[in-house]
């Protein structure tokens, strides 16, 4: 079935410190990926959509300057998290839709924390 | 605005017990899918369910949908420990940028 690599899947970092967090579409190309922010016994908020060579589009409410990603390829996205704080502790998902039929894949998650 | 609307947010209930899920949505869709997630676990597709009088099933898990009024259920039929679980459905409102919209998740608690 179509994988989404999600890595890495656990990173503890300083506060101050940029994260980034990668996405790879190992058998398939994902023009669109989607990232995703869930706090804990909550649902997953999506934070924004990348198209592969353009910008992505931001949810509202969620800081730009913050949270770069950057779609370079049919294969692969990044979420890079910068000046990371504690509050920015969370679990990160990416996501893609591989095609109608078989509905959309899910990375294995970044759980992020920020000391 | 498209709102999915799961119920119940928290299930625990007996093994070998019948229950279902419901998901109901406000706009036409007939897109939705359902997955599974694990504490500390990313999601994992359950059914992906894509016109009205859909049905599909697997092992003890069944869902449905029906688009006119809106709605998918997810049955379990004699649950085991093992269905112990987060479970989301989501909808695909079919707008041009491919996004879809979860409910809050029903936590599923299964007693042995």
């Known amino acids: 079935g179509a994988v989404v690599s999600q890595h890495p899947s656990r990173v503890i970092c300083k506060s101050g410190t940029s994260v980034k967090i990668e996405c790879r579409s190992l058998d398939f190309q994902a023009t669109t990926m989607f990232w995703y922010r869930q706090f804990p016994k909550q649902s997953l908020m999506l934070m924004a959509t990348s198209n592969e060579g353009s910008k992505a589009t931001y949810e509202q409410g969620v800081e730009k300057d913050k949270f770069l990603i950057n779609h370079a390829s049919l294969t692969l996205s990044t979420l890079t998290v910068t000046s990371a704080h504690p509050e920015d502790s969370s679990f990160y998902i990416c996501s893609a839709r591989v095609w109608v039929g078989y509905g959309y894949t899910f990375g294995s998650g970044t759980r992020l924390t920020v000391v | 605005e498209l709102k999915v609307e799961q119920n119940p947010l928290f299930l625990s209930m007996q093994e070998e017990k019948n229950y279902t899920i419901y998901c109901n949505y406000s706009t036409t869709s007939d897109r939705l899918y359902w997955y599974r997630q694990d504490p500390g676990k990313s999601l994992e597709s359950l059914f992906v369910l894509l016109s009205n009088g859909a049905v599909k099933q697997e092992g003890r898990l069944m869902a449905s949908l029906d688009t006119k009024a809106r709605l998918s259920t997810l049955h379990i039929t004699a649950a085991v420990h093992d269905l112990s679980a987060t479970y989301f459905c989501?909808?695909?409102?079919?707008?041009?940028?491919?996004?879809?919209?979860f409910g809050k998740g029903t936590r599923l608690h299964i007693l042995p």
């Open positions: 989501a909808v695909d409102p079919m707008n041009r940028d491919d996004k879809i919209i």
